[in-house]
C-alpha cells in the first residue's frame, strides 16, 4: 500500500557548489551525485557545512556558485515551495497552532491535492500515530514528534527528502529504534533519503553510502564498509572509528610499499595506497591488531612493532581497548574481542604488537599536526 | 525562631497592605458612582443605580467617553500594524542604521509627555493645521507606536525561524506563509500589543490636552471637571472600563492556566 | 505589558539565515517615517519655536523666528524655583516609590515563583491601577484627603494637625499622589529582572557562608540592577514633566506648580509658546542626557 502512496525518487546532482558567508567559506566547490532511491548520509563535525548543503538543496539558501539539478532539471534559482523536496527538520518545527493531522495535511492543502485529510491519515498510519491525529504536537513525545515531522514531509512524495539531523534530539536508545524504523520505512516507500547528521554510527548504520564532509568539502564517498576498511585521508581514518597512524618516508615500493618508521619497516599492499613516495601515512584499525607476549618471528607478511608496555587497559563489554606504550614508537591502540583467544596481559606487562600487511591502509594526507620537512 | 517567623510574615503583611492602599481611590471611585448626589459629587447622599442606569443624563460625559473610544480605536489599529512591522524588521533581518533605529524608537518612550504635546502642537501651528479630532489621532498613534514594538518584539524573537521555513517547504510562497504560520503564530502578541495601545490612548491626558482643540476626550472632560466637581457620571464611566478591562485580564489568565493544565495532561 | 519587556534584556540573537535588503525596508519605512514627521519634527519646531519672538503685527498668539536665545533666559528667571521644584518632586518620589516598589516585586518574583496563580493574581493587582483613568485616581485622593475629609478630621481630633491644618495643596500631598501613580511604573521592570534571577545563585550565596541580608546585596540586588534602572527611568521622566498631580484643581496649589504646569499655562492658556517651548527644550535635554548616560552603559539593542 505503501508503495503506491509515494512516488519514486529522483536522482539529485550537485555540480560546483559554493557557499560564502561573510567571512568564510562554508561550502567549498561541492560536487555530489545521489541516484534516485539511494539512502545517502552526509556525515561530518558540527560546521562542516553539511546543514549549509542541506539547506541550498531545499532552497532556504541560495549558492554562491553552481548548479543543483533534480532528476536532471535545474532547479538551483526555484523557491523552496517550488521544489518537489522536503525536509524533516532538526526540532522537527511542527506549527504549534495547528493539531497534528493539519500539519500533516498542510503541504496537501498548499498543493491543492483533493481530499488531504485522507492522505494525510493515511500518512500517519505509515508512522502508527493515526489515534493521535487530533492531539496538538505539544502534546507528543519528542519520538512521537519526530514521526509526525516525517510523516508531514513524506506524505508529499518529495522526489528527494531531507532529513537534518532528524533523531539529534532523541535520546540514545530511541535513536537507535527510530533508526532501524527510519530505514524501513525509506525501503519500502522507494525515496531518496538525504540524512546529515554528525553521528558516524548513525550513519554507517543506516545509509547505502556516506559522504564524509570536512571543512567544506567532501574528504571521502562510497559504501560503510568501504570508508571503515579503506579510508583515504587522515580526517576519515579518525572520524570513522579510530586508527594507529604511523608517518614515514618510503623505502621500497612496488606491489608492496614500504616505510620507514623510527628504523621498523612497515609495510602495505600497493592497491591499498593513495600515495608511493615520499612522506606517506600508513595506518591500521585497532581490531586489526594483535599483541604478542614474545617476540613474533620477522616476515611472515606482518608488520611487528615492539616491545612495548601496556600502560591502560579498558573493559568494554565484547571488547578490551589496550593501550600499548612502545619506546621509540609511542602509543598503539588495540582492541581484542574477550572471547579467550587472546594471552591474558596484565597493567605493565610487556608486549609485542603485529598486524598483516594487507591490513594497512595508506592515506593521501598526513594526520595534522605532523610536521613537513622538506 | 521569634526573628524567623516574623521574617516570613513580614513581607506578606506589608504586600497585602500596599495592595489595599493602590485600590482605594479605585474602591472611592466605584462606591462614589453610587452617589445620589444633587450638584457635586464630594458628599455621600444616600445610594442610587441611577447614575448607572442613565450614564447619558451628562450629555458631555458620554460624547467625551465615544470620543475616547473613537480615537482610541483608530488610533490602535494604525500602530498595531506599523508597531507589528517594525517589530518583524527589528528581529528578522539585518539592516544598517539599526542603532539609530532603536534609539528613534526608545526615544517616545524617555520623553515626558508634556514634551511631545507641546512639540506637536508646535509643529501643528506651525503648519497652520486645525486642531481636532484628526491631529488627536496622529499624536496618539506617534505615542503608542514604540509600545507596539517593545511587545510584539518580544513575541517575534520567541518564534522559530523553522516553523516559517517549514511553511516554505511544505510549498506554501512568501505571502501564505505569512498568513498561515507567522501571523497566528504573532497574534497573542499582536493582541496585547493592539490592548496595551487602546489603554495608553483611551487614558491619555496631557498629548491630548495640547492636540485636540475643541475635541473633549474623557480623561479631558474629567480634567476640566475637576475644578468644580466630578459629576458620578465619570465615575460610573471610569468602573465600567475597570470591570471590562479586569475582565478581559483575568479571562485571558484564566485560559492560559487551562492550556497549561491541559497540556500538562 | 511593555515595562516589563523594557525591564528585560535583549531577546537572545536570532539564528539561522539573516536576511538583509528591501523587505526591512519595506517594513521599516511607514513606522519609522511617521515617528520621523510626528515626533522628531515637532521637536525641532519645539526648537524653533523657542527662539522666536512677538511678530510685528502686535496680535496675541503671533510669533515670528528671530534666533531669541532670551526666551530662555525669560524662562529660567521667571521660573526657576518651578524648575528646581520639578526635578525635587520627582527625585524624592522615584526613591520613594523604589523603596515601596522594590519588597512587592521581590515577593511576586521570588517568593510566589511556581505558584502561577497567586502571580497572575498579583501581577493584576499591580496593573489594575492603569485600568481606571489616573484623573479619577488621583481626584479620589484629593476628596479623601480635602479638609472637612474623615482623614484629615481624624488627624485634628487626635492632635496632629492642628485647627487650619491641611494636605490638599502641601508638597507632601504632590509627592504622595505622585507616588501613588507610579508605583506600577516601578514594580513592573523590577518584577521582570527578578523572575528571571536564577534562584539557585541565591542558594549558591548561601552555601557559599553569606547571611541572607548579605546575599541580598552582593546577589540579587545586583543582578536585579537592569530592572531598577529601567523602573527608576519610568518613573522620574514622567514625573518630572506631570502637570496633573500637581494642579490646583487636584492635589497641589500655586505653591506646588512644576515645570508641566508652567508649560501648560504659557502654551494653552496665555499662547506665549517661545517660553513654554523653552522651558520644554530645557526639560528634554535634561532627560537626553539622563537617558545617554544610561544607553552608554547598556547599548542600544537593550533599550527596546
Redesign the interface.
Known amino acids: 500500500m505503501a508503495t503506491d502512496f509515494v512516488a519514486q525518487g529522483q536522482d539529485l546532482e550537485l555540480l560546483g557548489i559554493r557557499k560564502e558567508f561573510p567571512g568564510f567559506v562554508a561550502v567549498d566547490d561541492l560536487d555530489l551525485k545521489i541516484p534516485a532511491g539511494e539512502f545517502f548520509a552526509l556525515l561530518g563535525p558540527s560546521g562542516c557545512g553539511k546543514t549549509t548543503t542541506l539547506r541550498m538543496i531545499a532552497g532556504l539558501e541560495s549558492p554562491s556558485a553552481g548548479k543543483i539539478l533534480l532528476g536532471g532539471k535545474d532547479v538551483t534559482n526555484t523557491k523552496p515551495h517550488e521544489r518537489p523536496v522536503n525536509t524533516v527538520f532538526q526540532n522537527y518545527a511542527l506549527f504549534p497552532h495547528m493539531s497534528v493531522i493539519e500539519n500533516v495535511a498542510f503541504g496537501l492543502r498548499q498543493r491543492k491535492v483533493s481530499e488531504p485529510l485522507v492522505q494525510a491519515k493515511q500518512a500517519l498510519a505509515m508512522v502508527e500515530l493515526e489515534h493521535l491525529g487530533e492531539r496538538k504536537p505539544q502534546q507528543l513525545s519528542g519520538g512521537q514528534q519526530q514521526r509526525v515531522a516525517l510523516a508531514r514531509a513524506m506524505v508529499n512524495r518529495p522526489s528527494l527528502l531531507l532529513l537534518d539531523e532528524p533523531l539529534g534530539a532523541l535520546d540514545l536508545k530511541l535513536r537507535r529504534q527510530m533508526q532501524i524504523e527510519l530505514k524501513a520505512i525509506q525501503m519500502e516507500v522507494g525515496l531518496t533519503f538525504l540524512h546529515v547528521t554528525h553521528d558516524q554510527e548513525e550513519a554507517m548504520d543506516m545509509a547505502d553510502t556516506v559522504a564524509v564532509m570536512n571543512q567544506g568539502h567532501i574528504e571521502q564517498m562510497g559504501a560503510p564498509e568501504a570508508l571503515y576498511d579503506r579510508p583515504k585521508t587522515a580526517f576519515v581514518a579518525k572520524f570513522l572509528g579510530q586508527s594507529n597512524i604511523f608517518v614515514g618516508d618510503v623505502i621500497d615500493s612496488g606491489e608492496v610499499v614500504s616505510i620507514s618508521y623510527n628504523q621498523t619497516k612497515l609495510s602495505a599492499l600497493q592497491k591499498r595506497c593513495e600515495k608511493t613516495s615520499g612522506k606517506v601515512a600508513f595506518g591500521v584499525r585497532p581490531e586489526k591488531v594483535e599483541f604478542h607476549e614474545e617476540m613474533p618471528s620477522e616476515s611472515s607478511g606482518r608488520n611487528i612493532l615492539g616491545p612495548g608496555q601496556i600502560t591502560d587497559i579498558r573493559f568494554t563489554g565484547v571488547s578490551n581497548q589496550y593501550q600499548i606504550e612502545i619506546p621509540g614508537v609511542g602509543e598503539i591502540t588495540v582492541f581484542a574481542q574477550n572471547i579467550g583467544r587472546s594471552p591474558v596481559v596484565e597493567l605493565g606487562a610487556t608486549v609485542w604488537v603485529s598486524w598483516k600487511v594487507e591490513h594497512s591502509f595508506g592515506l593521501s594526507d598526513l594526520p595534522t599536526g605532523t610536521e613537513i620537512e622538506e | 525562631m521569634t526573628r524567623f517567623s516574623l521574617g516570613k510574615y513580614l ?2 503583611t ?2 497585602a497592605l ?2 489595599l ?6 474602591g ?2 466605584f462606591v ?1 458612582s453610587f452617589n445620589d448626589s444633587i450638584k457635586s459629587n ?1 458628599i455621600w447622599r444616600g445610594f442610587t443605580f441611577d447614575n448607572w442606569l442613565d450614564v447619558c443624563s451628562q450629555a458631555e460625559v458620554c460624547t467625551a467617553f465615544s470620543n475616547s473610544i473613537l480615537i482610541a480605536v483608530s488610533a490602535t489599529a494604525v500602530s498595531t500594524v ?2 507589528t ?2 517589530a ?8 544598517k542604521f ?2 539609530a ?16 504635546g ?6 501643528f ?2 503648519f497652520g493645521w486645525p486642531k481636532g479630532l484628526p491631529t488627536v489621532i ?2 496618539h ?2 505615542f503608542t ?3 507596539v ?3 510584539v ?2 513575541r517575534v ?2 518564534l ?4 516559517e ?9 512568501p505571502a ?1 506563509v505569512f498568513m ?2 507567522t501571523l ?2 504573532l497574534l497573542p502578541g499582536i493582541l496585547a500589543a493592539a490592548m ?1 495601545a487602546f ?1 495608553l490612548s483611551f ?1 491619555d ?2 498629548i491630548t ?2 492636540n485636540s482643540g475643541a475635541v473633549d476626550t ?2 479631558k472632560f ?2 476640566t471637571a ?2 468644580r466637581g ?1 459629576p458620578p457620571e ?2 460610573v464611566i ?2 465600567f ?2 470591570i471590562v ?2 475582565a478581559i ?2 479571562t485571558v ?1 484564566v485560559r492560559a ?1 487551562l492550556k ?1 493544565k491541559k ?1 500538562a ?1 | 505589558m511593555a515595562f516589563v519587556a523594557l525591564g528585560q534584556s535583549a531577546p537572545q540573537k536570532q539564528q539561522g539565515p539573516v536576511k538583509t535588503g528591501r523587505i526591512a525596508l519595506v517594513l521599516l519605512t511607514p513606522g519609522l517615517a511617521y515617528l520621523g514627521l510626528f515626533f522628531i519634527t515637532p521637536l525641532i519646531s519645539l526648537i524653533t519655536t523657542s527662539l522666536k519672538a512677538p511678530s510685528d503685527s502686535g496680535l496675541i498668539g503671533r510669533y515670528d523666528f528671530a534666533f531669541e536665545l532670551g526666551n530662555y533666559a525669560f524662562a529660567i528667571g521667571q521660573y526657576a524655583p518651578q524648575i528646581f521644584r520639578s526635578f525635587t518632586y520627582a527625585l524624592i518620589a522615584t526613591v520613594v516609590a523604589l523603596l515601596i516598589s522594590y519588597p512587592i516585586a521581590y515577593f511576586i518574583g521570588v517568593k510566589a515563583r511556581g505558584k502561577p496563580l497567586l502571580q497572575g493574581l498579583l501581577l493584576t493587582l499591580v496593573i489594575a491601577p492603569f485600568f481606571i483613568s489616573f484623573l479619577l485616581r488621583t481626584f479620589a485622593w484629593k476628596q479623601i484627603f480635602s479638609n472637612d475629609s474623615f482623614v484629615v478630621n481624624f488627624l485634628k481630633n487626635i492632635g496632629i494637625f492642628g485647627p487650619d491644618a491641611n494636605i490638599i495643596g502641601t508638597d507632601f500631598a504632590v509627592v504622595f499622589g505622585l507616588v501613588y501613580n507610579f508605583i506600577p511604573f516601578m514594580t513592573l521592570p523590577i518584577y521582570a529582572s527578578l523572575d528571571r534571577l536564577d534562584i539557585r545563585l541565591v542558594e549558591a550565596g548561601g552555601d557559599l557562608y553569606a547571611n541572607p541580608a548579605t546575599t541580598f546585596w552582593k546577589i540579587t540586588f545586583p543582578l536585579s540592577l537592569p530592572g531598577v534602572i529601567s523602573g527608576t527611568l519610568l518613573t522620574f521622566i514622567p514625573i518630572s514633566g506631570d502637570y496633573v498631580v500637581a494642579s490646583r484643581d487636584f492635589l497641589g496649589s500655586s505653591s506646588t506648580a512644576m515645570i508641566g504646569n508652567v508649560v501648560e499655562t504659557n502654551f494653552l492658556r496665555i499662547q506665549d509658546y517661545p517660553t513654554a517651548s523653552a522651558l520644554s527644550v530645557m526639560l528634554m535635554a535634561t532627560i537626553v542626557v539622563m537617558v545617554s548616560a544610561y544607553v552608554r552603559r547598556s547599548g542600544t539593542d537593550d533599550l527596546l
Do not use: C, H
Open positions: 513581607l506578606p506589608y504586600v500596599t495592595f492602599f493602590l485600590m482605594i481611590p479605585i472611592y471611585t462614589f464630594i506599523l508597531g512591522m517594525i518583524i524588521a527589528l528581529v528578522r533581518y539585518r539592516f539599526r542603532s533605529t532603536n534609539l528613534l524608537l526608545f526615544l517616545p518612550l524617555a520623553t515626558p509627555e508634556v514634551v511631545m507641546a512639540g506637536l502642537a508646535a509643529q501651528l506651525d496622529i499624536a498613534v506617534m507606536l514604540s509600545f514594538v517593545v511587545t518584539k518580544a524573537a520567541t522559530d525561524p523553522a516553523l521555513e517549514a511553511g516554505r517547504d511544505l510549498y506554501a510562497n501564505q498561515k504560520v497566528p503564530l496595551l489603554a487614558d491626558f496631557i490636552q495640547f474623557f480623561p474629567v480634567y475637576a475644578a466630578i465619570a465615575n471610569g468602573s472600563v475597570f478591562a479586569i485580564v483575568i489568565q492556566s497549561r497540556l495532561k
